[in-house]
């Protein structure tokens, strides 16, 4: 059984393998009884954010995760995936501007994602 910080680690880096923009990771549970993290990426488009989706989707599972629900909304261009301890955030550019998950839930602690994520 993952810990909800290496189910967060699994999804970044399966955003990130798909070309994930932006991508932040954001410890809620000191403000939220929600989930523990939030993953929020953007995608190029409504088609990149099911690509997205469907991988991080793929990797959870493949490690033994069981995803609660997946919700798109508006065509793709806000698809959230709920695992419980954490939940992953994927819009268009637009969609993203307009929501502003990162300043809603500021008060969490922005993850560095520098030894997580690979260099290109």
Do not use: P
Not at 33 to 55: Q, W
Not at 107 to 115: C, F, H, R, T, V
Request: hydrophobic share 40%.
């Amino acid at each position: 059984m993952l810990t909800s910080k290496e189910v967060a680690i699994a999804a970044t880096r399966a955003l990130d393998a798909k070309k994930g923009v932006g991508i932040k990771l954001i410890r809620v549970d000191d403000v939220s009884s929600l989930a523990d993290y939030f993953l929020i990426c953007t995608g190029n488009s409504n088609t990149h954010v099911k690509t997205l989706c469907d991988e991080a989707e793929f990797v959870l599972e493949e490690l033994g995760e069981k995803m609660l629900g997946r919700e798109g909304h508006r065509g793709n261009t806000w698809e959230l995936l709920d695992f419980g301890s954490v939940v992953i955030h994927v819009f268009t550019e637009e969609a993203r501007a307009f929501y502003d998950l990162e300043r809603l839930w500021g008060d969490g602690e922005q993850i560095d994602l520098k030894d997580i994520l690979t260099e290109d």
